[in-house]
Nanobody, 118 residues
Framework: QVQLVESGGRLVQAGGSLRLSCAVS????????MGWFRQAPGKERELVAG????????NYADSVKGRFTISRDNDKNTLYLQMNSLKSEDTAEYFC???????????WGKGTLVTVSS
């Protein structure tokens, strides 16, 4: 059974930085496309950043470009999201996703809460 466990979320002041981690177990991490999504209260879940299985392709939501960096360590089975210059609008629950659509693989973590105070 594949498990995704996020960590690193906390209360931080606007302008500050956080690094989120997502530890993946029970599957073949290096074969999954990975992503970070977030959901703010009363809003739909949205893609924040994605990274290909090998790490060579990354994409970002316009709202976080230049501030957030997604990365992965396939030896440690861990996904990261470095978040800099945080804004109050970044406040949300952040979820890790593992995906390999051709095989019907779509796994989610339970989330970690990021709160940015202005």
């Amino acid at each position: 059974q594949v498990q995704l466990v996020e960590s690193g979320g906390r209360l931080v002041q606007a302008g500050g930085s956080l690094r989120l981690s997502c530890a993946v177990s029970g599957g073949t991490f290096s074969s999954y496309g990975m992503g970070w999504f977030r959901q703010a209260p009363g809003k739909e879940r949205e893609l924040v950043a994605g990274i290909s299985s090998g790490g060579g392709v990354r994409n970002y939501a316009d709202s976080v470009k230049g501030r957030f960096t997604i990365s992965r360590d396939n030896d440690k089975n861990t996904l990261y999201l470095q978040m800099n210059s945080l804004k109050s609008e970044d406040t949300a629950e952040y979820f890790c996703n593992a995906r390999r659509i051709i095989y019907g693989i779509d796994y989610w973590g339970k989330g970690t809460l990021v709160t940015v105070s202005s």
